[in-house]
């Protein structure tokens, strides 16, 4: 019988000296659980002699059944764009603090890599999102995104004006430094700051979160994640980024579409995962004092 | 053929010298357009010589296909409570200012009816909650609300304190004036005053609002409309409410459970309804100064 | 030569256990250092045989030059109403938390107190607020806070309406679940739940913060102390609250006058207070995960 | 006798076709009323044949009693800071929407100054502050603000870090977007945008208001305005804006010493200014639906 995940690859974080110990460990451990592991070339470069073949990150979303991730939620998001297409399932491991994304820290390595591949686990569907900038009609820009599309002012005095239709029914008219279309995942991230709501993954819907409005009746709104959203930006030039790291200058008039992906990341948490959990002591939200 | 909503009821809120004109005009509208048309109790205590044959709103619901309802917001929130199970399709107008739920008035009446019975209307589902009170695990008093269950303190002066599971995890034990559940639709009603987003009515989402929290980093959460909400209230006395117009007292260690009904309000909009076009009249949302 | 603080009145919370040790420690350490002590009558209930003369509020507050409170910021809220006029100097002991207004701890009291009685310490000058409410152009009740006056609905289900007037000009036609009106002092409790600033007690200055506001674009306002506020009830009925100790019902057209009360509280911190050290560790402000 | 304001500055912004005819008509009245009347040179740059006598910024604040800046608010911000050394009085004519500062319209110009001129006239001190960046010790630049001093991150997708004391006491350690220290003033400006509250300008107060704080548990904190601010960056560079208009680089460990200027803006407004008034009509603050 074929085991669960037969193919694994590893992605890391580059340049960071807990790394190479934590790819090690995980090689080994898949080795004794028979699995074949495969290095994308960033984990690679963290050893002198690769524990494993080396692959792009392009080969290795197409013949991996998982990737593991080692680093933080900036390395799981920076990752995860590449592989939501080819469907590959994704687990996190954080050198750090306790990820939203990456929620195996490597202590728990051994243990929970057993009950991952025994088939004790969690998987959730996360929304990503994809945006293009169009120029008089024509794409000029595109890219996709795990938290977060933000459109920013470039210039730190001046507040940009942007106009927003969600399936072409205006939204509003928006005086502010910026707008955040975030997913559930990006709820607890920039959107937060913003002052966005927290929102369940389970949940398919997008949360708008105006930055610094202008106008003060103005408030987050969360709508279903099949719509189009398009934000038409009068006046000034502006930036658009995703996930806060792929940025596209913006000029007057660039209209942004911002839709959800067809495909969804599919994230793979150890069992009784608890998110709320998870979110309570990441953001010390609602703690007593 | 028989006709688009062949029986059509009318409800209206109680002594306003305003509803008697329009309940009239419905009547002579409606019957022009060979419906049959019955009025509720409280519309009947309007007329000297009720113009249809009075029945209770039970009945009304039983035998209608459509209740239009005349009164405002408050008077639609009432009446949809009854209506719900018996699936009729209910239509608002609005005898003061324009409505969420009741956006026809009455000098729209004879066109807007027009269309309507001839099919050019939009229907939409919109979620109700059902709460339920139990203490030592009996079920002590339960009711529905369109918009909002909220639990509340009791004494001006002192904040209660809230253990909240969602779907049996722990999301928060806040300390707090109190915590608004609501729908989509009640998500611009009380829920907005308590500082939660807007959600588009086409989510099938439940914002969890805290009142005044005590502790600084509380923010509203989104969940899927499909989970059951578990409140316990722990310590002093404390008050339950569904949609502000029916009240429940509460005492230590009750527990109060909120799931969405399983039945939706049919909820009729003139053709081209745009939601966010009157969320923004009614709330001077974003507008510019 | 005569010593700094004389006379030294003790005052505490009713019937905690942890009140009586607290009490004879200070007492025995009070006499070491030669001051005269008297207890007030709540303190004396916690002995069998009171280790120092009992006296009355009032009788403590004209014969003492510095008043130890035991118990916690609502035990010195409470008293400091009674202390103020007297200009007697006041010390907080908490038996629990950490409090702003009380900042010893038991264990501290040797040691404190010593540097204290030597004159290392520091003194602030508190802000209290004196609430009148007028009927018919008649005072009916009136009342003091350390910390906030607050009006409230009374009715759980229904916000009122309130014109606010600073100086005699129009602030605002709030539609509301209430108004708070904080000192600095006041600034870190109810208001703060509702959405206020921080304010430095440093600062003379006094926060107005709408509870739950109906419209969106309010804001908390910062005014100067000296003013005065007049608040009127448009409608409902309604409640104001002083400190969350002192209750009067209000009628429609009840106006309240509120202005800072001509004498200020002494209140003692041990030398090298740190204001927003307190508030940091008490409100987890501003605290990183 | 000497008349009131013997010699009167007309300032202006640049470029703007309404200008010459205002200036124009100010020229005109004002010789009426026998007034000398002194151009700088941006108003001189409307006119082929300038109708008064031309001179720098700096001999026209040295010569004046009173300056007439003529524009908006952004106009009156940027002349604001060269007129308050010299203590002269200035007056703000909008030429489109009513300002904060600006608040004589064109057609009220005739009226207005014969009262102004008359003494019927309100006075008030506005705060101003002062920056200093600081790099290795040294003073590397400085600038003037009468609404605010913003430490902002440059990179649009990477949030800063700031350490923060208040006469020597650590405030927080913020991760955010950024810092606004506005006035009085300012309050009603960026500040407001990024949740602050709004301040009355007869207080001699500062508010601090993180941009999108990292932090959930983060407030806006109000202190007089004798402080001293001390900024340190800790990590990432940034850019520190005085007003939105003037802008200094900051590179890491730079820190940012932020005061109140000893001298005050002289702000002449006609009588009965009413400041509620107009932040109401200019934010529909606190409007109702």
Redesign the interface.
Known sequence: MTPRFPTIGLISKPDDPGVADTLALLCDELRLQAREVLLDETAATCFAAPPAPVVTREALAARCDLAIVVGGDGTLLNAARGLVEAEVAVLGVNLGRLGFLADVSPEEIPQRLTEILAGDYEEERRTLLHASVFRNGVEVSQGDALNDV?V?K?D????IELETR?DD?????????GLIVATPTG?TA?A?????????P??N?L?LV???????????????DR?TIDIRLCGREA?V?CD??I?FPLGTDDRIRIRSKTGTLRLIHPARH?H??IT??????????
């Open positions: 933000v920013h470039c730190i005095a001046r507040m969600v029914r205006l939204m509003h008219i928006l005086r502010a430094d709820s920039y937060l700051s913003g002052g966005g709501p927290i929102i369940d389970a949940l819907a949360v105006p930055i610094c409005p202008h106008t003060l009746s103005n408030r987050p709104v969360v709508v279903a719509v930036q980024t806060g790291q940025n608890d709320f959990a309570r002591r990441k953001l010390r939200w609602s703690e007593q004092p």
